[in-house]
């Protein structure tokens, strides 16, 4: 079934307005095409225009591509303007764009770790103050902002990453008290491993792939389509209730750790957690 036809049969997210950041591809990708599926009006955001736009165009009419740098603040301005402009509200934002940087702690670059945090916390915390406005007018809202699950965990070679990821949970929290009172509910989804290209430059598959997560208790990495359809309960009136809080999808990385030696770990397993 089309994401048209499904969603003229009606949706969780039925005639509702989203904004998701970073959804050129991959897990913003998804969580478009789901959100489409459901009965939202979509615009999908990235500073990759070409990209962005094929992903609009194959989705269908009720996705939307516009170009934004999420530490733009005017961009921001702009962009929320055009989308109320043109729909009349914002329902719901997702802030999913982030980059990442890989590297032990004394050859950590500071320029491009101040840059990475600029896009991961401040782009983040740009998306919410922008949207609040119409979202107090129309009385309710959802924003989602995304995680990782090394923002719940230590990891080493990814401490500037980790922690920008930690301060979108605290971002989330606080935001959560400010927004509340006005109908607008504030959550943080925390993804584990994802078959993404970041995650898989090799576009490995299979048990090749997955024999990097025996650490994980489903012991597989996740796909993009189970961080979305978390989004969309997120999104949905069934987390209606649900503010303030983290909801973590990493098929229980987080939970911790195998022991080697005491009963059930993964045959030949001896590296602990990771």
């Keep these: 079934m089309t994401s ?17 950041t970073g959804a050129a591809r991959g897990m913003g ?40 740098d999420i530490r733009d603040e005017q961009g921001w301005k702009t ?19 982030a980059t990442c ?22 782009g983040a915390l740009i998306g ?17 902002n995304v995680s990782s699950l090394t923002g719940m965990v230590g990891m080493n070679g990814l401490a500037a990453y980790s922690a ?11 935001i959560a008290f400010e927004l509340g009172p006005f109908g607008i509910r ?11 290209v970041m995650n898989n430059p090799g576009g490995m598959t299979g048990q090749a792939l997955n024999a990097g997560y025996v650490h994980v208790p489903l012991q597989r990495i996740g796909e993009t389509i189970e961080i979305a359809r978390a989004s969309l309960f997120l999104a949905s009136d069934e987390a209606s209730y649900v503010s303030a809080t983290e909801l973590v999808v990493d ?5 911790g750790y195998y022991q080697p030696g005491l009963p059930n770990a993964p045959e030949g397993f001896f590296l602990g957690r990771r």
């Design 128 to 144: 919410a103050k922008t949207v609040a406005a119409p979202m107090r007018a129309a009385g309710k809202g959802v924003i989602i």
């Design 79 to 97: 962009l929320v303007d055009d989308v109320v402009a043109r729909f009349g509200r914002i329902d719901v934002l997702v802030n999913n764009a």
């Design 164 to 174: 920008s990821k930690w301060a979108v949970r605290g971002l989330t929290r606080s």
């Design 29 to 68: 990708e998804a969580t478009a095409e789901l959100y489409v599926a459901e009965g939202a009006q979509v615009v999908i955001c990235d500073v990759n225009r070409e990209q962005g736009e094929a992903t609009a165009a194959r989705i269908g009419a009720n996705a939307l591509f516009r170009h934004l």
């Design 186 to 196: 504030v959550v943080t989804l925390v993804p584990g491993g994802v078959n993404t």
């Design 101 to 122: 940087i890989l590297a032990p702690l004394e050859q950590t670059d500071i320029t491009a770790a101040r840059e990475m945090i600029d896009t991961n916390i401040f």
């Design 4 to 20: 048209e036809k499904k969603a003229a049969s009606g949706g969780r997210l039925q005639d509702r307005v989203a904004i998701i």
């Design 251 to 255: 098929g229980g990385d987080a939970g």
